[in-house]
């Protein structure tokens, strides 16, 4: 074959290559900005910021002008909500409340599980679980909550819900999770509650033994769910880190070529207002970072807050100033301890 006739084929072949890759880049960049159609969820509170229609002011969102600015700090914070529904698209309590962090300058992945029965402020109402700060104004005034009380500049959330999560973790094959032995009846039990709940689709099956294994998606928010074993609620957000941790990794083996339809079957069930350019741009940060195993940690940190009972509810009241400190040495420090239960 002449030389020439070969490199006419080499351009054409590198010619189709590229514009495949222009394609599907465009068909994701399509795909994620269909996430943006409701970045505001409404709230309970017409005077709450989520009802206006607009974009929440910094004061807003509750940022003071000392609140570390991830511009200077290479700290970038999202607030990730789980809330707890019965019935899709019911407005209910953010019973999963973490902040995700992407370090830039220790090239590392964080996760902080917020305690859903901790006793802050809630601003414009009466002290009270930080879980109800979401159903009483929306993530605006969730976002308020926690950048008030621990003096953060939060400004985006992502919010899923339980039906949602189960989809995401079905769409990847299933996370692997070391279920213990005093977790499989808890988990079981829960399992048939779901099922029941889901009466559309078809039931998950139970699981069966204990040890690492692969949990579908029921299976998972199941194990997510547990706070009957173990250390109650306390360990029951180790779980929930667990499965973020264990979803993540497996997100990172999807191909390049089934990348699309995995932001196709997550779009649906992912509510944020994050710009479609900051997704991109922080995923391809995370992906330059040389360790990828992600960070945990917890508030309140043992030995900085009282059990109590408050109007009636149980409650942790935090040492604010203390949690708010060693906070922002996890957040903003070296970030190299594990999570502290």
């Not at 290559?17 to 994620?32: Q, R, S």
């Not at 529904?85 to 999963?96: G, T």
């Not at 999770?177 to 779901?194: S, T």
């Not at 149980?314 to 502290?340: C, I, Q, R, T, W």
């Amino acid at each position: 074959m002449k030389k020439g006739r070969m490199k006419k084929i080499v351009v054409a072949i590198l010619s189709l290559f590229l514009l495949f890759l222009i394609g599907t880049a465009g068909y994701i960049y399509v795909l994620l900005e269909q996430i943006q159609e409701n970045p505001w969820a409404e709230s309970s509170d017409p005077s709450s910021p989520s009802n206006t229609g607009k974009k929440p002011s910094r004061e807003d969102l509750g940022i003071s002008d000392d609140a570390p600015d991830s511009k200077e700090t290479g700290v970038f914070n999202m607030l990730l909500f789980g809330l707890d529904s019965r019935a899709e698209n019911q407005n209910s309590r953010s019973d999963v409340i973490m902040i995700a962090t992407i370090d830039k300058k220790n090239e590392a992945i964080k996760l902080t599980s917020l305690m859903r029965d901790m006793y802050v402020s809630i601003p414009g109402k009466q002290d009270n679980r930080i879980n109800t700060a979401y159903i009483f104004g929306g993530p605006a005034l969730a976002i308020k909550t926690i950048n008030t009380n621990f003096n953060l500049d939060i400004q985006y959330y992502a919010t899923v819900d339980f039906f949602g999560l189960e989809k995401i973790i079905d769409q990847v094959g299933g996370v692997t999770i070391d279920v213990k032995k005093n977790e499989v009846k808890a988990l079981n039990q829960i399992l048939n509650e779901l099922n029941n709940l889901n009466k559309k689709s078809k039931p998950s099956p139970l699981v069966t033994k204990s040890g690492s294994q692969t949990l579908n998606g029921r299976q998972a928010v199941a194990y997510a769910r547990i706070r009957s074993v173990g250390h109650a609620d306390f360990e029951r957000t180790e779980r929930q880190r667990t499965i973020l941790s264990e979803l993540f990794k497996k997100v990172k083996t999807v191909s390049p070529l089934k990348f699309p339809g995995l932001v196709t079957a997550l779009l649906p069930h992912v509510e944020t207002n994050l710009p479609v350019t900051e997704i991109v741009k922080l995923g391809v940060s995370v992906l330059g970072f040389k360790n990828k195993d992600i960070i945990q940690y917890r508030l309140p940190v043992d030995g900085t807050y009282q059990s109590r009972s408050i109007r009636g509810m149980a409650v942790l009241v935090p040492d604010l100033e203390k949690n708010k400190e060693l906070l922002h040495n996890f957040l903003y420090g070296e970030g190299s301890e594990s999570h502290s239960e």
